[in-house]
Nanobody, 124 residues
Framework: QLQASGGGLVQPGGSLRLSCVVSGFRLDFPAVGWFRQAPGKEREGVSCLSTWNDITWYPDSVKGRFTISRDAVKNTVYLQMDNLRPEDTAVYYC???????????????????WGQGTLVTVSS
């Protein structure tokens, strides 16, 4: 199970941190990540981490602004989002791939497990 939180309203240029508490599996096994879906658009992977080698992957649209991290003790995955833009407005989902997987494969091919979404709105 993946439980996301931390969404809200933020002004352009602002920051927000999302959290995802993971239960039922250890964070040192799968790939975990964050996806988003904006109105009228397909869901896309925006930050993925393969926990077995700590390699991350980001699309160009968020590279340098988003950072995924994990706390193995708290079994929690974080998404730090800085310099937010209106086009970052979307419902954000945390997700995991419970098969041995790279971060790129998770973001491109999708997860085996989805969490519920949390809405991020970037607006002045």
């Amino acid at each position: 199970q993946l439980q996301a939180s931390g969404g809200g309203l933020v002004q352009p240029g602002g920051s927000l941190r999302l959290s995802c508490v993971v239960s039922g599996f250890r964070l040192d096994f799968p790939a975990v990540g964050w996806f988003r879906q904006a109105p009228g658009k397909e869901r896309e992977g925006v930050s993925c981490l393969s926990t077995w080698n700590d390699i991350t992957w980001y699309p160009d649209s968020v590279k340098g602004r988003f950072t995924i991290s994990r706390d193995a003790v708290k079994n929690t995955v974080y998404l730090q989002m800085d310099n937010l833009r209106p086009e970052d407005t979307a419902v954000y989902y945390c997700a995991a791939r419970l098969t041995h997987s790279s971060s790129y494969a998770l973001c491109q091919d999708g997860p085996t497990n989805w969490g519920q979404g949390t809405l991020v709105t970037v607006s002045s």
